[in-house]
T-cell receptor, first 113, second 114 residues
Framework: QKEVEQNSGPLSVPEGAIASLNCTYS??????FFWYRQYSGKSPELIMF????GDKEDGRFTAQLNKASQYVSLLIRDSQPSDSATYLC?????????????FGAGTQVVVTP | DTGVSQDPRHKITKRGQNVTFRCDPI?????LYWYRQTLGQGPEFLTY????????KSRLLSDRFSAERPKGSFSTLEIQRTEQGDSAMYLC????????????FGSGTRLTVV
């Protein structure tokens, strides 16, 4: 069983709509969670990280963390064609290996004009 | 400082050859991480350094792989006797312990073994 699970997609989203991405994790020791965006052939770009239960907003992006349910999500508001990419969820910050991230396989998002 | 730098960007090598990649971290970051990403998968942890000390190495990492960070600045990752299964993107990231701000990756080195 993978430690970080994501739906592979593709998730098709109309331009201007909200994209909702989900991620579950199995390691209760994970303390921080990351969302990265990756365009084809490029390296992952950090969108944001979250370590407290609740919501964290940054521009059009909102991350949500529920440690009791071991669930992380990312909302992308007013989706644009440039948001078409693969979104990677990662967990990290366990006591033993702070800074070592466990990634999901990613969710492909396609924003349609 | 413009971020984490990796060199080369692309490498094509014949099976059985040795290859070496370089990573230059952000100067004030003393932790450096190597990851490998294959097509359709997320990055997979390989190893990490704090200053010049290699503190953890993935148990999945073959002994054909070795990494160094001799002066606590840049790091090299060497793969000996390359195999086709080594074809992947090799990613490097650096951070300051205790802070996830700026946990960003370099541009990566795309390795193709033919």
């Amino acid at each position: 069983q993978k430690e970080v699970e994501q739906n592979s997609g593709p998730l098709s989203v109309p331009e201007g709509a909200i994209a909702s991405l989900n991620c579950t994790y199995s390691d209760r020791g994970s303390q921080s969670f990351f969302w990265y965006r990756q365009y084809s052939g490029k390296s992952p770009e950090l969108i944001m990280f979250i370590y407290s239960n609740g919501d964290k907003e940054d521009g059009r992006f909102t991350a949500q963390l529920n440690k009791a349910s071991q669930y992380v999500s990312l909302l992308i508001r007013d989706s644009q064609p440039s948001d078409s990419a693969t979104y990677l969820c990662a967990g990290g910050g366990t006591t033993d290996s702070w800074g070592k991230l466990q990634f999901g396989a990613g969710t492909q998002v396609v924003v349609t004009p | 400082d413009t971020g984490v730098s990796q060199d080369p960007r692309h490498k094509i090598t014949k099976r059985g050859q040795n290859v070496t990649f370089r990573c230059d971290p952000i100067s004030e970051h003393n932790r450096l991480y190597w990851y490998r990403q294959t097509l359709g998968q997320g990055p997979e942890f390989l190893t990490y350094f704090q200053n010049e000390a290699q503190l953890e190495k993935s148990r999945l990492l073959s002994d054909r792989f070795s990494a160094e960070r001799p002066k606590g600045s840049f790091s090299t990752l060497e793969i000996q006797r390359t195999e086709q299964g080594d074809s992947a993107m090799y990613l490097c990231a650096s951070i300051t312990p205790g802070s996830y701000d700026g946990y960003t990756f370099g541009s990566g080195t795309r390795l193709t073994v033919v």
